[in-house]
């Protein structure tokens, strides 16, 4: 296939399609982003062909949906249940579920956390960036309009991904950029030597494209060399004040798409997994900001499942809790004891994609959330206490409603002495979730928590003697190597590396305390941060994002531990002597703040009023039965469209003739356009000998038009049904040749 604009045009705008999904990847937003790859590629071959062919520009772009609804379908279809166990109706239905699911997060201003949508919608994107692209550069020749459209992705993408290098991917980009306007450049200069006849060596092509690689590098390497202007002062706080509308707006994206999280690492992006990494570098930028009585950890998710290499929570079962119900917060005083209540108003200053986290744990808020439990609440024979056990909370986050939202929540108080004398009176549902670990466990890890709780006769000592020795002989690192492939992380940093950050000791304590009988879990969050005088709040920082322990005690409920050297040690109260004065608790962390830090606006911050759940409202239909109905609407309004213009445009023709505009429509496709000086037999003598299987139906309608023009006797109704049955023949074996040389092409270029 010869195109046009040359082969090496579409090579540069493949890279700088692909620099833009590979940027995309490398941010690692969410699961199953391999897929994007084969997507932009068949769009943009999607796109040379339907360029390079005589269609209507609007029958090639109906092409271009239908194929690109097609192939993103089955991509999505492969990706919701990898593997040869599930039909691809199965498949389908499936993907079908997931949408109507993320409809009604839509419609009711839930949350939703489905990797699966934010795929499907990024493959949309970029299947019509591609396909767009190739269009503007093989057909329309508009090759600035091609790259500033695959820009605005790559500059997206590397503004949010802000712990990627943007430097490899924006050179790489913008060297493609320029070659490809070289080539066209190239290609205008000698199309336009040619209509003047100008006289060119054969080889001055390659001179001018050598000459324009060679301006390129020079370009791209001064790019590179240049240092890069500071920001004024000035500038920064105006573009802040600007961008305040766009923040709140992506409070709502992210709330959409909970998945792909915004921020450094993976111990800030909450999405329900921790992959023990290497280095932790942070940003001193605001997080929150906390209206609070005292300092807590702020607790976003709870992991429970360890794979030797990473973090995931179990919890799957959503349940939706209105705004203000005290359901959870009555289980929680009905499972537990020796429990305080605080309630905070949190201020986000990045998107959490609706996460609303709380210090301890979550009772209530003040608008409907989402609870992920791991537990059917329906069932009549779960205990208060499984389930009110919330791993990840979402709220609904309204439009033109604040960010802000207040929660209330509990943490432990009680002392030292009373979570000695709790037991181990697990519940089953505790032992099979909380005391998991890996069957590649080495030995030498189950050995090492026998070893350190040798000593220790309750399950608070354990843990407790576990925390003090991670404390006391490791050594607090950010800047650790990444475990080696193949290799358990907590074993590496135990035994081979000896150092790590709060990830990588949380991790250990968790997996050293279940493997002594002690049922523990690992949850992600922020620190305290630290109190601001004036403003009366604490200001949390990313680089206070935090990783710590909870330890179950039956009676009590979880109670944090913090085994990481170097961090401050939570302190826990031991019983007053009954002869003594009565000592103050101090909870989570370190007690109350002294009296000088007492906040003077917690008084601002109300519990939510109870209120009865109303009942829910459903739809007769569903949204995926909306949805379908929808789509089905649009493309009986895109068919109905192109029906009636094409009879629209076969108007004032007469029966004969209407049928001949049918059969040169159909030429066109094969490459055959009448010309003005072609007589109808001319004309149909090339159609026959392209469509050879078609000649005696050419014959036929070409006579009758030649007949309707210029002889005496007019067609009839004999004549007409005679011609329409031709037609009728002769288009299956046009429409035949069509596909089969389609067919070829794509064969000829896999090869």
């Known amino acids: 296939m010869r ?8 090579f540069c705008l493949g890279c700088m399609l692909l620099s833009t999904v590979w940027s995309i990847q490398e941010a690692k937003w969410t699961p199953a982003l391999d897929s994007l790859v084969p997507v932009t590629l068949a769009a943009l071959m999607m796109g040379l062909v339907l360029s ?28 919701v249940a990898p593997g040869p166990t599930f039909e691809l109706r199965e498949r389908l239905l499936l993907v079908g579920w997931r949408l109507q699911q993320w409809g009604l997060a839509v419609i009711t201003g839930a949350s939703n956390s489905d990797h699966l949508i934010f795929v499907l919608q990024l493959s949309v994107f970029l299947w019509l960036i591609a396909f767009v692209a190739a269009w503007l550069v093989f057909h329309s020749h508009r090759p600035w309009w091609a790259i500033a459209l695959t820009a605005i992705p790559l500059l997206i993408n590397l503004y949010y991904a802000r712990h990627l290098n943007p430097n490899g991917f924006l050179i790489f980009f913008t060297g493609n950029a320029l070659v490809l306007l070289v080539r066209h450049n190239i290609q205008m200069q000698e199309d336009a030597w040619l209509r003047a ?43 802040e004040n600007m961008s305040q509308p766009w923040q709140d707006f992506q409070m709502h994206w992210y709330r959409l798409f909970s998945a792909p999280e915004a921020g450094a690492g993976t111990l800030t992006r909450f999405d329900g997994t921790l992959r023990l990494t290497g280095p932790a570098v942070l940003p001193d930028t605001r997080a929150l900001e906390i209206h609070a009585p005292r300092p807590h950890y702020w607790r976003a998710v709870a992991l429970d499942h360890y794979d030797g290499q990473q973090w995931t929570t179990t919890a799957a079962v959503e349940v939706l809790v209105e705004e203000g119900d005290s359901a959870i917060r009555d289980r929680v005083e009905l499972a537990y004891r020796r429990r305080e209540v605080m309630v905070q108003r949190i201020q986000p200053r990045r ?22 439990t ?21 709220g609904r986050f309204l439009l033109f409603r604040s960010s802000e939202y207040v929660v209330e929540s509990s943490y432990s108080v009680a002392y030292v002495e009373e979570l000695q004398e709790a037991g181990t009176q697990y519940p089953p549902w505790m032992r099979a979730r909380f005391l998991q670990l890996p069957a590649s466990l080495p030995q030498r890890v189950r050995d090492l928590a026998l070893e350190i709780t040798a000593d220790a006769p309750t399950p608070y000592d354990k843990a407790a003697a576990i925390e003090q020795y991670l404390r006391q002989n490791y050594t607090y690192d950010l800047f650790v190597g990444e475990p080696p492939a193949g290799t358990d992380a907590v074993d590496y940093c135990l035994f081979e590396s000896r150092r790590g950050y709060c990830s990588h000791f949380a991790s250990a304590m968790t997996v050293l305390c279940r493997a002594v009988g002690v049922p523990a879990r690992l949850v992600t969050g922020y620190s305290s941060g630290e109190y601001d005088e004036e403003e009366h709040l604490y200001v949390v920082l990313e680089s206070h994002a935090h990783a710590w322990v909870e330890v179950f005690f039956p009676g009590y409920g979880w109670v944090e531990f913090e085994p990481s050297p170097g961090v401050a040690a939570l302190e826990r109260q031991r019983q007053p002597v009954p002869t003594g004065p009565s000592g103050s608790s ?39 039965g909306c949805l379908s109905l929808l789509i089905g609407a649009l493309v009986a309004v895109v068919a109905g469209s192109a029906w009636a213009w094409w009879r629209w445009s076969l108007r004032g023709l007469t029966f004969v003739d209407a049928v001949h505009e049918r059969v040169r429509r159909l030429g066109r496709l094969l490459g055959l356009k009448q010309a003005p000086y072609q007589t109808d037999h001319e004309y149909a003598a090339v159609l026959s000998d392209i ?32 011609v329409w049955a031709a037609w009728e023949q002769l288009r299956i074996k046009m429409l035949s040749l069509v596909w089969q040389r389609v067919s070829a092409w794509l064969s000829r270029q896999e090869h």
């Open 3 to 10: 195109i046009r604009a040359g082969w090496l045009s579409l």
């Open 52 to 79: 390079h062919l005589h269609y209507p520009r609007w029958v090639a772009y109906l092409l271009g949906l239908w194929a690109g609804g097609e192939f993103i379908t089955f991509q999505m279809a492969a990706i």
């Open 197 to 239: 006849r100008v006289s060119r060596t054969a080889d001055a092509h390659w001179d001018l494209l050598w000459t324009g690689v060679t301006i390129t590098l020079f370009l791209v390497t001064a790019a590179w060399v240049v240092p890069g202007a500071s920001i004024s002062e000035v500038m920064s706080t105006a573009w």
């Open 351 to 372: 998107p959490y994609g609706g996460l609303l986290l709380a210090g301890g744990q979550w009772l209530k808020a003040d608008r409907a959330s989402t609870i992920k």
């Open 374 to 394: 791991y537990v059917d609440p329906a069932s009549p024979t779960i205990a208060a206490a499984e389930l009110s056990d919330a791993a990840i909370v979402y």
């Open 586 to 624: 101090q909870p989570g962390g370190g007690g109350e703040p002294p009296p000088e830090r007492e906040l003077r606006g917690v008084e601002e911050v109300e519990v939510p009023p109870d209120t009865t759940p109303g009942p829910g409202r459903g739809f007769s239909l569903g949204w995926g």
């Open 691 to 722: 469509v050879p299987a078609g000649q005696p139906e050419i014959s036929t309608i070409t006579t009758m038009v030649v007949q309707s023009h210029f002889g005496r006797h007019k067609p009839g109704p004999e004549d007409h049904d005679r």
